[in-house]
């Protein structure tokens, strides 16, 4: 079974950043894309930054980077300038591959990112 175990977040005031981490563990022989998405206060879910298998990326929400080692099964989300709108609770997105050849996409726990003075 795959599992994405979110980390890092919290409160941040306005100006400020921050650096979300989302790894993957369980039996699995392939990564896809991986991203993240974030759901605002009374907003539907929303494309953050996505990132492909070979590494290509664009920022869908301004102000943020994705990264992902792929050694480590782990997928970044870098935010820079943060706003109070950028208030939400933030999700990593993986696709890939399990070892008995099952497709997945799994969406993380969640983690509440909160920017505010």
């Known amino acids: 079974q795959v599992r994405l175990v979110e980390s890092g977040g919290g409160w941040v005031q306005p100006g400020g950043s921050l650096r979300l981490s989302c790894t993957a563990s369980?039996?699995?022989?392939?990564?896809?894309?991986m991203g993240w998405y974030r759901q605002g206060p009374g907003k539907a879910r929303e494309l953050v930054a996505p990132?492909?298998?070979?590494g290509s990326t664009y920022t869908a929400a301004g102000r943020f980077t994705v990264s992902r080692d792929n050694a480590k099964k782990t997928v970044s989300l870098q935010g820079e300038d943060l706003k109070p709108d950028d208030t939400a609770v933030y999700y990593c997105?993986?696709?890939?591959?399990?070892?008995?050849?099952?497709?997945?996409?799994?969406w993380g726990q969640g983690t509440q990112v909160t920017v505010s003075s």
């Open positions: 997105n993986v696709d890939g591959y399990a070892l008995d050849g099952r497709y997945f996409n799994l």
């Open positions: 369980g039996n699995m022989t392939k990564l896809n894309a």
């Open positions: 990132i492909t298998s070979s």
